[in-house]
């Protein structure tokens, strides 16, 4: 059974591009959310949605990141423009809506770093 | 807005002995998650807490749950090398919208040395 799986797993480009982070999750699960984790501000929830539909968005940091989620399997975190201070690793997590008492799993995470 | 406190924060351990992490949480909250993370990998779900007196145990590691002291405990018990990680406990709070959001605590640096 396939976890989550993100893309790109290492990404390294200059400050003002353009980053799109990927992610497909869990066959079945219907809640999705995006976290940033840095030494500095550890583990933070960025956004997250359930059925496709976001939710709570209010730890999105600023108007440069974006996230959607077109479909059921597959959602893009996006910054644009990039700075520096975005560099971090962001993972992406699903679960079970309606049965929360199950965990939320984790994908490998995109180590991401703006020069 | 919950707030999730860990400590320690950092715990060097020799092999064969006995420690507990400790997960404060702010608010009322029935249900937690104990994560652990090595060091550049994804977070790996280790146990669920879904009511107050709630114990689950896998191997060396044992949690426990007291929603009326919104208290936490991960007891390790005679540790070893391969123990060493991060654990991070997670609060759930339950949204108006649906679905359920996670608060992470600061998470616990645990180094076993053999």
């Known amino acids: 059974d396939a976890g989550v799986i993100q893309s790109p797993r290492h990404e390294v480009t200059e400050m003002g591009q353009e980053v799109t982070l990927r992610c497909k999750p869990i066959?079945?699960?219907?809640?999705l959310f995006w976290y940033r984790q840095t030494m500095m501000r550890g583990l933070e929830l960025l956004i997250y949605?359930?059925?496709?539909?976001?939710?709570?968005d209010s730890g999105m940091p600023e108007d440069r990141f974006s996230a959607k989620m077109p479909n059921a399997s597959f959602s893009t975190l996006k910054i644009q423009p990039s700075e520096p201070r975005d560099s971090a690793v962001y993972f992406c997590?699903?679960?079970?809506?309606?049965?929360?008492?199950?965990?939320?799993?984790f994908g490998d995470g995109t180590r991401l770093s703006i020069l | 807005e919950l707030k999730v406190e860990q400590n320690p924060l950092f715990l060097s351990m020799q092999e064969g002995k006995n420690y507990t992490i400790y997960c404060n949480y702010s608010?009322?909250?029935?249900?937690l998650y104990w994560y652990r993370q090595d060091p550049g990998k994804s977070l790996e779900s280790l146990f669920v807490?879904?009511?107050?007196?709630a114990v689950k145990q896998e191997g060396r590691l044992m949690a426990s749950l007291d929603t009326k002291a919104r208290l936490s405990t991960l007891h390790i018990t005679a540790a070893v090398h391969d123990l060493s990680a991060t654990y991070f406990c997670?609060?759930?709070?339950?949204?108006?919208?649906?679905?359920?959001?996670?608060?992470f605590g600061t998470g616990t640096q645990l180094k076993v040395e053999l």
């Open positions: 997590a699903s679960s079970e809506w309606q049965h929360s008492n199950q965990p939320q799993h």
């Open positions: 608010t009322t909250s029935d249900r």
């Open positions: 807490l879904l009511s107050n007196g």
């Open positions: 997670a609060v759930d709070a339950l949204l108006t919208g649906g679905g359920n959001k996670l608060t």
């Open positions: 949605f359930n059925n496709n539909v976001p939710i709570d």
């Open positions: 066959s079945g699960h219907n809640s």
